[in-house]
């Protein structure tokens, strides 16, 4: 890593959504210089203002840092990043390393290693869980697939926003399938949370009584927890997550499964709910709202 | 309630399988006197041998009982004990109260308050959450509905078992209504947590790493916390609750969902996994193996 800016090196960091945000302000705060890109110019404001540096271009990034931290949304992005127009790749230099903490899905990720190693660049299969607040806090959780060496060199940059960082495998696309399972078990929560408060309200109970009961015992899960009151609330312009991202996600999980012929019949009815919502028009809403497709 | 037992007098007790043994102790411990009955006469012996009075017919009870607590399994068994032979009700006093804590059809309970109620006998639906552990220590959650006044009166018996009793409704069948919806989630997650680690076993994952990390955030859940570890180590033999009571109790929730026009598909993937386990012969095994459906 170039030691031209922060104590630590320059990283590259592309995507700076809310996710982005909170890691470009936990490498700064812990001595690392960063090199931001986005395709949105308020972005770049945001990050020049709490003292990093907006890419004008691939080679203001490739040129300081030979890590690239990605919190871009999907494969499309991180196609668009690396192989698009002015795109990273092709003039990253040899040993250089992608971090790619992208949700995507298995299939493109260890076809992309295999395209990045042709160039000589290292990919890091790391996706994150842990949301806005993990991002926020340098908390997320980490689940990190590739070479293990590459590993150790950018654990410094990677414990910088990563809580906890687990190696899962030496195998590229593990870390991805990994946090695809995490989100087949994160939709079908939200998605039955849903379908269990309305039922509630269906049979007439008391809405808040019956949330604290659920929330007490055997029928908790954190998504009951963090989505329940909203649902019983009608609660979802504040959206933390977008119907949408789970339409994206729950796909992922769908079209792995069929990779591997396992039947995900949780994993399809959950779909189902987020697609649906989808379809009436609630996509961009918060997440809870799935709900909707229960109660009128 | 007769002080001729203990101090607090005497509580009938029916139903001594692992919950209803539980709630005798702890009945016996805050100092009531304990009439069981139970169609295996080992559970009888054994209520002896822990100083409660083993029932030998109704009139055991109902001489010396104004209240009866209610453990047994369902529906059925609940029409047994009380309007089978020897049943409870043509001889209990006017006045009297049946507290049913068992899991059931909130239209059989519903029904069967009106039939009491014609027998001047008091019904408090009222079924519990907290499993076993729950039982044994007094502190399971009590989801209650029925006759406000009713249940003041009874309240110093149900604290014996109880450690929250939440009254949702004066409606009889809400409790019941209140324990489907809990089960729903239950069942979802059960099924939900096997499907997900099926998933990390057949795509390669160390189980155990992949357990932690989906305990540890946005993915978890009760049951995953509780049955994921019996899950990924093929540990079905030691039966907390069985695949068949979850047949069962998800059967109630699809039953329920379609008296009131509720499309609960959650609920009903949820159900195919158990009923599919159980019509493989899995269906008194711990409920933990319905991981066996996705795993040779």
Redesign the interface.
């Known amino acids: 890593m170039s030691q031209a800016q922060g104590s630590l090196g320059s990283v590259g960091l592309v995507g700076l959504g809310v996710m982005g945000r909170g890691v470009a302000e936990n490498l700064l705060k812990k001595g690392f210089a960063v090199v931001g890109r986005d395709v949105n110019p308020e972005a770049l404001t945001w990050l020049q203002s709490i003292g990093g540096q907006a890419a004008t271009d691939a080679a203001s990034i490739t040129s300081v840092c030979d890590v690239v931290v990605s919190f871009v949304v999907n494969d499309k992005q991180t196609e668009d990043v690396l192989f698009g127009q002015d795109g990273l790749a092709a003039s990253m230099r040899p040993g250089s390393v992608f971090i790619a903490c992208s949700t995507m899905s298995?299939k493109y990720v260890r076809e992309l290693a295999v395209r990045l190693a042709n160039m000589q660049i290292h990919l890091i299969d790391s996706p994150v869980?842990?949301?806005q607040i993990g991002a926020r806090n340098g908390t997320l959780?980490v689940?990190v697939a590739g070479d293990p060496d590459v590993f150790e060199r950018v654990k410094p940059v990677m414990s910088a926003f990563g809580g906890?960082l687990?190696f899962?495998?030496k195998?590229q696309g593990?870390g991805s399938?990994?946090k695809v399972?995490?989100?087949?078990?994160?939709g079908?929560?939200i998605?039955?949370?849903a379908?269990?408060l309305?039922?509630?309200k269906?049979?007439?109970?008391?809405l808040d009584?019956?949330l604290?009961?659920?929330k007490?015992?055997?029928?908790?899960?954190?998504?009951?927890g963090?989505r329940g009151t909203r649902m019983i609330t009608d609660s979802f312009d504040n959206v933390t997550s977008a119907v949408d991202i789970f339409v994206k996600d729950m796909g992922l999980v769908l079209d792995?499964?069929r990779e591997?012929s396992?039947?995900?019949?949780?994993?399809?009815?959950?779909f189902?709910?987020f697609i649906e919502a989808s379809g009436h028009g609630l996509g961009k809403l918060d997440d809870a709202a799935v709900i909707r497709n229960?109660i009128d």
Chains 1, 2 share one sequence.
């Open positions: 298995p869980t842990g949301g959780t689940m906890k687990f899962l495998s195998e593990q399938q990994m399972i995490n989100q087949l078990l994160c079908v929560h998605a039955a949370a379908e269990a309305a039922m509630a269906r049979s007439g109970l008391p009584t019956t604290e009961i659920l007490s015992g055997a029928a908790s899960s954190w998504m009951l963090d792995s499964a591997s396992f039947a995900a019949s949780m994993a399809h009815a959950a189902l709910q229960y």
